[in-house]
């Protein structure tokens, strides 16, 4: 009564349905609840004047050299679904000429439950800080914060942020005349 492809159709639609079901399920229960455990203390910032390693510029600059303790805690991002959790450290200033400005100093994937507590004791910059005009002369103090992000194996990214740091003022007693030049490590 039905042809070959007939029956084909009804088999391959039915398990097409079946299985965007089973796939929007999944993507509903590994939604995230809870909030990662976050504290930073910011040890020193300090602004160095140099000139980037591995930078297409490569002219002299002002760069925010930043020391810190990091303590993580990202247990309650991890499910049955979780595939990998990256996270950022952001340093956030203001500029009279530029406005707001977010740079990513730090970055980490944590890809297992047994890896997301964390404890880092006098953590460097992994990316230069410096600014558009190559000059931090009128900013006066920068706060951090940590980014999250929950990639999952099926399902929803989903993204989070952690309250910003109190902000840590900038010394401006070094000028670029009286300083030696660094060769900055990024």
Not at 60 to 81: A, G, H, I, K, S
Request: aromatic share 10%; glycine share 4%.
């Amino acid at each position: 009564m039905f042809s070959t492809l007939q029956r084909l159709n009804l088999v391959t639609a039915f398990a097409l349905s079946v299985i965007s079901v089973v796939l929007s399920v999944i993507a509903l229960t590994g939604l995230q609840i809870g909030e990662p455990f976050c504290t930073m203390k910011i040890n020193k910032a300090d602004i160095v004047f140099g000139r980037a390693r591995w930078h297409a510029d490569r002219r002299m600059q002002q760069f925010v050299e930043t020391r810190l303790d990091l303590d993580l805690d990202l247990r309650p991002l991890f499910n049955w679904n979780t595939k990998q959790v990256f996270l950022s450290l952001t340093a956030s200033y203001e500029s009279p000429r530029r406005g707001k400005n977010d740079i990513v100093i730090w970055d980490k994937i944590v890809r297992c439950e047994q890896d997301a507590l964390m404890r880092i004791q006098n953590m460097p910059n992994k990316y230069g800080m410096r600014d558009y005009l190559k000059s931090f002369d009128n900013v006066t103090a920068v706060d951090y914060r940590v980014e999250w992000n929950v990639m999952p194996y099926v399902g929803f990214m989903q993204r989070g942020v952690t309250e910003r740091s109190k902000p840590f003022m900038l010394a401006h007693e070094t000028t670029s005349g009286g300083q030696k030049p660094k060769l900055m490590p990024y």
